[in-house]
């Protein structure tokens, strides 16, 4: 049974930093490039970062760029999503998602499992 399981969402003040951690079950992740995505209240689901399978290649929403990042530990089968200087608009609901390929997609519809999501709720 394939498992995405989030964690290390939270409540930050502006500013500060928060990591999140993607752990999946079995080899779910081996030779699948991995997603975060985000939802914010009354919003749709928007991407925010990718990374390869061997992890040599990432990819960012302009929103995120310069202060997420993304890597990932394939003996732990896990991805990180590294968040400094967050900002009001990062509250969201944030998501892992499994690629359907080994290289970098930033389209949800290219990912077959999700994780259930962690809040991350960010305040001024």
């Known amino acids: 049974q394939v498992q995405l399981v989030e964690s290390g969402g939270g409540l930050a003040q502006a500013g500060a930093s928060l990591r999140l951690s993607c752990a999946a079950s079995?080899?779910?992740?081996?030779?699948?490039?991995v997603g975060w995505f985000r939802q914010a209240p009354g919003k749709t689901r928007e991407f925010v970062a990718t990374?390869?399978?061997?992890?040599?290649?990432?990819y960012y929403s302009d929103s995120v760029k310069g202060r997420f990042t993304i890597s990932r530990d394939n003996d732990k089968n896990t991805v990180y999503l590294q968040m400094n200087s967050l900002n009001t608009e990062d509250t969201a609901v944030y998501y892992c998602?499994?690629?359907?390929?080994?290289?970098?997609?930033?389209?949800?519809?290219?990912?077959?499992?999700w994780g259930q999501g962690t809040q991350v709720t960010v305040s001024s």
């Open positions: 079995g080899r779910t992740f081996v030779a699948k490039a």
């Open positions: 990374i390869s399978w061997v992890g040599s290649v990432t």
């Open positions: 998602a499994r690629s359907k390929y080994s290289s970098i997609r930033t389209s949800s519809t290219d990912y077959d499992y």
